[in-house]
């Protein structure tokens, strides 16, 4: 575990994942076990055995993409749940308004509607649907779903041969992993801003 640990802290992705998640104090334990390639697991609603910050398991022949594979679902399930908790707020600033408008521009548009043919209600998708429909109709179950899109992305920045895993359209990797550093970095910047309170 410390070698991989090690190895990732080589690459920026690894500390600002890192970074964002202790800032919101929802940096998972992370631990290895055999047969297993690499999973986020978190509380459903219908348990709460894993602490709230979910919990990250590799194998033990993991790399640094996948480590940081894992923790990128980490911490969009966490800004997630930051994108909530503004929305429950009447008065934005502007650093919150600016995240909001990312959000809801990268991740997940509200205001859009399926039934109407919006495709871009979920803009993940929507670029790999542009991009290779084929490809997205195949995947839809996996690889092309909303939350493996971002991590397949970020994991391929440390090792472009994942994007060949599953044929992934090009520019699609590239693209999402570039989104979502954009899209961490401003919530990082707004949980700085912030007071840090337990996230319970």
Do not use: C
Request: glycine fraction near 4%.
């Amino acid at each position: 575990m410390q070698a991989l640990l090690r190895q990732s802290a080589e690459y920026p992705q690894y500390g600002e994942l890192v970074d964002y998640l202790s800032a919101r104090r929802m940096m998972p334990p992370i631990q290895q076990q055999y047969g297993v390639r690499g999973e986020f697991a978190r509380n459903s609603v219908f348990g709460n055995e894993l602490p709230k910050t979910g919990v990250v398991t590799v194998g033990y022949s993991a790399s640094p993409s996948t480590l940081i594979h894992e923790l990128t679902h980490a911490a969009d399930y966490s800004i997630d749940r930051q994108y909530s908790e503004l929305n429950r707020k009447r008065d934005l600033t502007p650093l919150e308004a600016q995240f909001k408008q990312a959000y809801e521009k990268l991740v997940y548009n509200p205001a859009l509607r399926l039934d109407k043919g919006e495709i871009d209600k979920y803009p993940r998708s929507a670029l790999a649907k542009r991009l290779n429909p084929k490809w997205a109709q195949e995947e839809k179950n996996y690889r092309a779903t909303e939350k493996e899109l971002p991590a397949w992305g970020m994991g391929a920045t440390i090792d472009p041969s994942k994007s060949q895993e599953y044929s992934a359209p090009l520019h699609l990797d590239p693209t999402l992993a570039t989104e979502f550093s954009m899209l961490l970095d401003m919530a990082r910047k707004l949980q700085k801003s912030q007071p840090v309170t337990d996230k319970r």
